[in-house]
């Protein structure tokens, strides 16, 4: 049972782990052979294995002896160290031992066998008191601002403490000797940070001199044990530090220019004493340079020691060691010069520093100044600080070493702040002064409205033009010339009741030429030196030029100037689209009057503007017409304007500005045509087209009885009475007459020339059509208005004529043409209507009463009349030679009861037209000598006869065409007019 047992278990056991025997009894031969290769592979993987591993290990086996190695090494050398250390402290015990050799050298010489104690009492003695001197020499040097002198004697009472220190722990008694001792350390160590502090408020100081920074800093080495690149770097964060204090609200006391003066001030001392006291040049210079380390060598050379204490002659510097009396500070590095790459590197991210903390803190330092003239007394304070500062000597070279590349204080950090604020402040200005020519603007607007005093010279400026004032005429009017006066400041009250430029508009542009003569004169404190003498007399070179940003600055001005002006001019035609438009929609007279009386302001503001807003002018002309009341340029350009009539020659920005008022100046006075003519012909057409027949008889005038005779074949007389139209139709008249009313009402004598012939052309265009109306309705037979009788044609006729003779248009333009042709047609038509032997008996004294009529009406329709420049009625005068001259005779009008004494063109023959009627037939009768007369041979005996039958002149009859009625009539009437 056990022998079963025993060979399960064997059985169960692994391959490698069967015994022989029971691997055969197991397993067949095929079977034991895989098994050995299997046994035999897994031999082979772990021999593999095993190599793999001691390989690998073997590394670390290596590196692990080494580093005992290493270890061992470290260990000896800290050994050696702490052997030496020991051996050095035994010596420095000796060498700073209380009795210094030569004091003992001196009393074994002199007193050998003397007392050994008490030469060491005595040492120890001197010691101790010159340790209770030092906190007063420290709080001298202190007070002084010597920091260097501070730090000597600190250092010297450090050294001094350190000595009796090492002798305290050798001989026991010293501390109960000299109690003090341990109190008094306590006393001067708090120095070191009083002094480094001091030095570092030196560092922030922008008035600290050269040779103060290099002693500072030199105080920082030899008290921290820092270097000369440590310390540059300091003295770098430090006056980084300084320029952010500089605009900090703690500073808020100090005004502008003297903030901005010490900035510069900062800026110019921190790059000139970075190259005076760390510049190490590699060839001599004639700019001090290279400070710190010359301070440095020499506070750190033997000789420095004996200049410390200054104790000569005094009896406790006997007793005094040599370490005490020669003790000098030691650095624990040689000082190395700072690089000059290193230099340039940092020098230029400070400056970049520097730059962005001006730009923010500057810039918000000038959000504070209003007006562009302290901003120039800011700009000429640095100006003159740069000029004047000692720093500036050498500049050039000095920033080409530490920034290798050159640096302008004002061109490159303050200029551009400077030209950014003055632009804010030109602009800010400008809108400032357009918005409240608005805000009058809509004030005089309202007043118009409502009827209040200040607008009732532009609602009826007639009354205003006519109207005598003090004011019409200047004081010195006598003694000054025309052109003179116009282009005064003041040019009196006629000139612009002349120009209708009523108070109101005065007053606007009086307001708007201060508001701009104020921003000029402003800028101009910017754009121009003050002091141009001391300018001339002073040989030093010029810090920088304080005028080299002045095109810049004109060309601001005259883009802002003509920004504001399009704002306004837009203003102006928004308002005019507004009032348009309620022209077109109400139908309220009342309201459409105002209306029109504020599309007229609009427009005579955009011609006043122009005028009367010279420093507009010379805003938008820019940097050639922007000069002084009193410079010779200004007074070149009134010559100019004087002697050229008062047209001085203008650029293409100006040009183009005027150009825009005018636009709009135009167009408010299209609209007010637009409107009258809507009007006024609104009722021609009415009365024309009316159905009624009561209103044939309200409109028709007076016609004249005229009796003739006639012959017939019998040799019979016949006399009868014709009647013919002697004036025009009361609507043709009204039509005129208000037209007259409405130009004059407005200025008619200030209104452009183009724009009456505008309105003119329009009308007579309009009541053409109606006439064109009239005529074609009277061909349609279901027309339900009144019929075209005879006599009702004649009066059309002579209404037609009446208005071709008023408003003759003999302009070549094709719209002139049109006019005529449309008015001999409708004459035509109309002749169509009547008998043509009734048209020809009647023509001759319609042809008379139409210049009768004429006449009279010449001065009346002036407003109308004056705008044929060739005269109405010199067509039909032409001038008769080999007439006998009359001298000083005046010929007289035939209408006394009208026009007394009034002088006429030439002297005209009435026999014509005041001899009956009767007369003239039998002179012809007579004349014929019993010839058949006709009808028509009738109607030519009574044409009014020409002057030709008399042989009388007068010196009107040389004047011919160019004295007619109708000149003379504008005499009254478009005084002034523009063309």
């Not at 440095?296 to 370490?323: D, F, V, Y």
């Not at 004081?475 to 000054?480: D, H, Q, S």
């Not at 130009?743 to 012939?757: D, E, M, S």
């Amino acid at each position: 049972m056990a022998k079963h047992q025993d060979t399960r278990s064997a059985k169960s056991l692994p391959v490698h782990e069967m015994d022989t025997n029971i691997l055969f009894e197991k397993f067949t031969v095929e079977e034991i052979r895989e098994i050995e290769k299997k046994t035999r592979a897994d031999i082979e993987r772990k021999k593999e294995d095993l190599r793999i591993m001691v390989g690998e290990r073997y590394r670390d086996l290596i590196e692990a002896a080494d580093t005992i190695t290493e270890m061992k090494n470290s260990a000896q050398n800290v050994m050696s160290s702490i052997a030496k250390m020991e051996d050095m402290c035994r010596q420095l015990k000796q060498r700073h031992m209380v009795r210094g050799t030569s004091f003992q050298q001196r009393l074994s010489t002199g007193h050998q066998g003397g007392k050994k104690q008490e030469v060491h009492f005595y040492g120890i003695a001197s010691q101790i008191k010159l340790l209770l001197d030092m906190p007063e020499k420290i709080w001298s040097a202190l007070d002084e601002e010597d920091y260097l002198t501070a730090t000597q004697h600190f250092l010297l009472s450090r050294h001094i403490h350190t000595s009796l220190q090492l002798e305290s722990q050798q001989s026991g008694n010293l501390l109960s000797m000299f109690p003090v001792l341990t109190r008094q350390w306590a006393a001067i160590s708090h120095f070191r940070t009083t002094i480094l502090q001091g030095c570092r408020n030196v560092l922030k100081q922008p008035a600290a001199k050269d040779e103060q920074i290099a002693r500072v800093l030199c105080s920082i080495i030899v008290l921290e044990d820092s270097t000369p690149r440590q310390v540059f770097n300091e003295f770098l964060l430090a006056r980084t530090t300084a320029v952010q204090q500089l605009f900090h609200p703690s500073h808020q006391n100090a005004s502008v220019k003297e903030q901005i003066s010490l900035v510069v001030q900062l800026i110019t001392t921190t790059v000139h004493q970075i190259h005076t006291v760390f510049y190490s040049p590699a060839e001599p210079s004639d700019i001090p340079c290279n400070l710190l380390l010359t301070i440095l060598t020499e506070i750190t050379s033997e000789k420095q020691g004996a200049r410390l204490l200054e104790t000569h002659g005094s009896m406790s510097a006997k007793s005094l060691p040599k370490s005490v009396l020669e003790f000098v500070p030691t650095l624990r590095s040689h000082a190395v010069p700072v690089s000059v790459q290193h230099l340039q590197d940092n020098c230029q991210q400070w400056i970049n520093t520097c730059m962005n903390n001006v730009t923010s803190g500057v810039g918000k330092l000038l959000s504070f100044v209003n007006t562009v003239k302290r901003l120039a007394d800011i700009r000429d304070q640095v100006w003159l600080y740069l000029k004047q500062d000692s720093c500036m000597q050498g500049w050039d070279l000095v920033c080409q070493r530490i920034l290798n590349q050159p640096l302008s204080i004002w061109h490159g950090f303050l200029q551009p702040l400077f030209i950014s604020r003055v632009k804010a402040l030109i602009k800010f200005q400008l809108e400032s002064s357009t918005e409240v020519t608005k805000r009058q603007i809509s004030k005089v607007v309202m007043a118009i409205g409502s009827g209040e005093e200040g607008g009732i010279a532009d609602t009826d400026l007639a009354g205003y033009i006519w109207h005598e004032t003090p004011g019409d005429i200047p004081v010195n009017m006598a003694w000054t010339t025309a052109t003179s006066r116009s282009n005064s400041d003041n040019p009196g009250g006629l000139i612009m009741k002349a120009k209708a430029y009523t108070p109101v508009i005065q007053s606007l542009c009086k307001t708007y030429e201060e508001k701009l003569q104020g921003l000029l004169q402003d800028a101009l404190s910017y754009l121009s030196l003050s002091t141009p003498v001391e300018e001339s007399k002073s040989s030093q070179p010029e810090a920088f030029d304080r005028l080299s940003d002045s095109d810049a600055l004109y060309v601001h001005i005259q883009t802002s100037c003509k920004a504001c002006l399009e704002e306004l001019i837009k203003y102006f035609k928004e308002h005019l689209t507004l009032w348009e438009k309620a022209l077109h929609d109400i139908k309220d007279p009342g309201i459409n009057q105002m209306t029109q009386d504020k599309v007229l302001l609009i427009g005579r503001l955009c011609s006043a503007i122009g005028d009367m807003v010279p420093a507009l002018q010379q805003c938008i002309m820019g940097k050639s017409a922007i000069h002084g009341p009193d410079s010779a340029s200004s007074r070149v350009l009134k010559k100019q304007s004087s002697s050229s009539g008062g047209k001085v020659s203008e650029n293409s920005e100006w040009s183009s500005s005027k150009e825009r008022l005018c636009n709009c100046h135009r167009e408010a006075y299209r609209i007010w045509v637009d409107h009258l003519t809507l009007s006024v012909v609104t009722k021609l057409r009415n009365a024309l087209s009316s159905k009624e027949h009561k209103n044939a008889l309200i409109y028709c005038t007076r016609w004249d009885e005229v009796s003739i005779e006639e012959e017939t074949e019998d040799g019979k007389k016949i006399s009868s009475k014709i009647r013919v139209p002697m004036q025009a139709s009361w609507y043709v008249q009204n039509l005129l007459y208000s037209l007259c009313r409405e130009i004059n009402r407005v200025g008619g004598h200030a209104v452009q020339r183009g724009t009456l012939h505008q309105l003119v052309s329009k009308v007579t265009d309009e009541v053409m059509k109606s006439f064109e109306e009239v005529v074609s309705n009277s061909r349609k037979k279901d027309s339900i208005c009144l019929p075209l009788t005879q006599q009702r044609a004649l009066q059309l006729i002579f209404d037609v004529r009446f208005i071709l003779q008023i408003i003759p248009r003999k302009d070549d333009t094709v719209e002139g043409k049109s006019y005529q042709k449309a008015a001999a047609r409708i004459i035509e038509s109309l002749e169509e209507k009547v008998d043509p032997f009734d048209l020809d008996v009647f023509s001759p004294y319609m042809q008379s009463h139409l210049m009768k009529q004429g006449q009279r009406s010449a001065v009346l329709y002036g407003a109308l009349t004056s705008l044929d420049r060739l005269g109405l009625f010199s067509a039909g005068r032409p001038l008769q030679s080999g007439q006998s001259e009359q001298h000083n005779v005046l010929p007289l009008t035939s209408c006394p009861s009208r026009f007394i004494l009034l002088p006429i063109s030439t002297q005209p023959i009435r026999s014509s037209i005041q001899a009956p009627a009767l007369q003239k037939s039998l002179y012809k009768a007579k004349a014929s000598e019993g010839r058949s007369h006709t009808l028509t041979e009738t109607a030519a005996a009574v044409l009014p006869q020409t002057s030709s039958m008399q042989k009388e002149s007068s010196f009107y009859n040389k004047l011919g065409s160019m004295s007619s009625m109708s000149e003379l009539s504008s005499w009254f009437s478009n005084i002034g007019s523009k063309s």
